[in-house]
């Protein structure tokens, strides 16, 4: 007999708290040990995941397997088709196994709640415990008893949480836990098609929890420091890049805060007198990581993809599908812009800033309906992540939580003399523009003979003008 351990979007061993849950059980039932992951290219295809982040999925599969196998716990992918048929592959494999429990981390969007009801429906029993947020989704609430619709309100009382916690995480392979003899588990291969950004590059994106881990660790110790002072510079490898591991869960939060911790023991209290700017702003952010996803689950309707504010229904997107594909493509003949949505293409990655501003752009300057741009950036982002994206967007076309309000508009071109003042991340990326010298290099192409390189689809204070009379109906009471 059994217990076995169901991977979902939770790819590691290193602070795994439903991992820690089956091993004590295992150790005081002398029961063995089981793990699995559900394979469902129809629903991958379904929610538009990244290639190249599926990629990023199979690797990690990959050092798991060879992990628990250290452990002397098989690994299996099984292969599903949808979503919908998890609860009877678990089912046939429970039976074949003898299964007395299964555990898994908390999945608590819409749709993985229904599923998991599912699993204890054909009588299955499901032990679910954190592991996506540092504190759990609807534990950090306001004096009504409700989710916070303000993110420094929402960040107060969850660092006043935060700091009653002593934050020790657990890793399977420094404890005294008994094991059985090692073994090898067989190579995951997931039976990935091509896709346009090519093989994954594993000295950018590497995996298994120590390499990982490995850079969660330099970054906070060396690079952290600077943070605020680089962290808006595109050109520069100023953040972290971890969002990719966060979003399959390849990393835990709570290890990074455990990390920051660590190498900043009064990290809260110098919160409160402003020091170490660096790894505090790092730290805001992953609170906006935390703000997105209890929110998401506050607000089901953003799951839906309806807009958080209701006068933004009112929005009349112009949603041209001309306009949308030289976004897409990075042709605007904006540079910056259209640098950004190259980068993004090429390699599934883009900076924050650029991901403000190419939002900004696709809302405000094209009127192109949010959700299409949020359908893009899952198709071809590494860490596509559902709160996240969804925060990210609403948050730039203003029908979001705490959104920026409807009448700023990014200037594509003073972002660009501002977070790219040399050019460098526009002519490493638009190779039309690589021999343009000094300011030119910020402006769009009004035509003016720049080779390839596309006239600008828009004019800047029209296309200003223009959204700033459709988004007014955002601040409109009646
Ligand atoms: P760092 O700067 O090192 O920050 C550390 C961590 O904090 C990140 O790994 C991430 O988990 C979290 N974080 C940082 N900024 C934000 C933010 N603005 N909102 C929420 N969490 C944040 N992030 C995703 O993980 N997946 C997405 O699909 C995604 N889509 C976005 C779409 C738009 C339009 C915008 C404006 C932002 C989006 N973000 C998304 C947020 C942010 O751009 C990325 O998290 C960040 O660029 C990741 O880089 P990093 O790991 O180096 O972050």
């Known amino acids: 007999m059994s217990l076995l351990l169901w991977f979902r979007n939770d790819l590691r061993l290193d602070d795994h708290q439903a991992l820690q849950a089956m091993l004590e059980r295992s150790k005081a039932e002398n029961l063995s040990c089981r793990a699995v992951f559900i394979s469902t290219p129809k629903q991958w295809q379904g929610h538009n995941i990244a290639g190249i982040k599926l990629e990023l999925i199979e690797a990690q599969l990959n050092h ?77 609430l306001n004096q009504q008893g409700h989710m916070f619709k303000r993110f420094t309100p929402f960040k107060k009382v969850w660092l006043e949480h935060v700091k009653l ?142 807009n958080f504010v209701s006068n933004a229904n009112r ?19 904006y540079p910056l812009v259209d640098a950004a949505m190259r980068q993004l293409l090429a390699t599934g990655w883009m900076h924050n800033r650029l991901r403000m501003v190419v939002a900004s752009f696709l809302t405000k300057h094209l009127l192109v309906d949010w959700r299409h741009g949020e359908r893009f950036f899952m198709r071809h982002l590494i860490d596509g992540d559902l709160a996240a994206n969804n925060g990210g967007w609403q948050w730039a076309a203003s029908t979001g939580c705490d959104a920026q309000p409807y ?45 390839d390189y596309p006239s600008a689809i828009v004019d800047h204070a029209q296309a200003r003008k223009l959204a700033l009379e459709e988004f007014s109906v955002i601040s409109n009471k009646s």
């Open 165 to 306: 916690e002593t934050w020790c995480c657990f890793s399977p392979f420094n404890q005294p836990v008994q094991h059985a003899p090692a073994l090898s588990n067989s190579e995951v291969n997931l039976g990935l098609p091509e896709h346009e950004q090519g093989a994954i590059d594993c000295t950018i994106w590497p995996s298994g929890d120590g390499k990982i881990l490995q850079l969660a660790h330099d970054f906070i110790q060396t690079r952290a420091s600077h943070y605020h002072q680089e962290r808006d510079i595109p050109s520069l490898d100023s953040t972290s890049k971890l969002s990719a591991y966060l979003a399959i869960g390849a990393i835990s939060p709570r290890r990074l805060l455990n990390m920051l911790l660590q190498h900043d023991p009064l990290l809260f209290e110098a919160h409160d007198e402003g020091h170490d700017e660096g790894q505090q702003a790092w730290l805001n952010e992953i609170i906006w990581r935390e703000f997105y996803r209890h929110l998401i689950v506050a607000y089901a309707h953003l799951c839906k993809g309806q």
């Open 315 to 333: 929005i009349a997107w112009r949603n041209s599908p001309d306009l949308f594909e030289a976004w897409c493509q990075g042709k605007t003949g």
């Open 407 to 451: 009448f700023r508009i990014f200037n594509p071109i003073r972002q660009s003399e501002r977070f790219d003042p040399h050019g460098h991340f526009i002519r490493k990326w638009v190779k039309e523009l690589k021999d343009i010298e000094g300011k030119a290099i910020h402006f769009p192409n009004k035509g003016l003979g720049l080779g």
């Open 64 to 140: 798991l397997a060879r992990s628990l196998g250290e452990l002397g716990i098989p690994f299996e992918v099984l292969a599903g088709s949808d979503f919908n048929s998890q609860p009877q592959l678990l089912k046939n494999y429970c039976d074949r196994y003898q299964i007395q429990g299964i555990y898994a981390s908390v999945e608590p969007e819409i749709n993985e709640i229904k599923r998991d009801q599912a699993v204890t429906n054909v009588g299955l029993s499901l032990t679910l415990c954190q592991g996506h947020c540092i504190l759990p989704t609807g534990s950090v």
